[in-house]
C-alpha cells in the first residue's frame, strides 16, 4: 500500500493504534480527504482482498502475488459494503 501511494496522488493518513503489537500497529484513518466517522460513528475504511473482506487488519494480511486489493468505505460498519462481521 504504501508504495503505490505517491504513485497514485492519494492522500493517505495512517495512525500507530498499538505500537507494542507486533501484527496489528497500524490503522488507515483516512484516504483522500475522506476520513473515519466523517458519515457517522460507524463509518471508516475497510479492506477486501479478491472479493472477499478478510476480517484482520491491514497490516496483518500478508499479500500474495496475484491479489487485488479494493478499499471501500463504509457508512455502516461494514453492513452497506458487505463486509460485515458477527463477534
Same mark, same amino acid.
Given at each position: 500500500? +504504501?508504495?503505490s501511494v505517491p504513485e497514485s496522488g492519494f492522500v493517505l =493518513?495512517? +495512525?500507530e493504534v498499538l505500537p507494542s $503489537? =507486533?501484527?496489528c500497529p497500524y490503522y488507515i484513518? *483516512?484516504?483522500h480527504n475522506l476520513y473515519e466517522q466523517d $458519515? *457517522?460513528?460507524l463509518s471508516g475504511w475497510m479492506y477486501s482482498v479478491n472479493g472477499k473482506f478478510p476480517g484482520i487488519s491491514? +497490516? +496483518?494480511y500478508e499479500v500474495k502475488e496475484g491479489d487485488i486489493i479494493n478499499w471501500v468505505?463504509? $457508512?455502516n460498519l461494514g453492513k452497506? =459494503? *458487505?463486509g460485515y462481521f458477527e463477534e
Open positions: 500500500l +504504501s508504495a =493518513v495512517c +495512525s $503489537c =507486533v501484527l484513518e *483516512g484516504i $458519515c *457517522g460513528e491491514c +497490516s +496483518s468505505y463504509t $457508512c452497506d =459494503v *458487505g
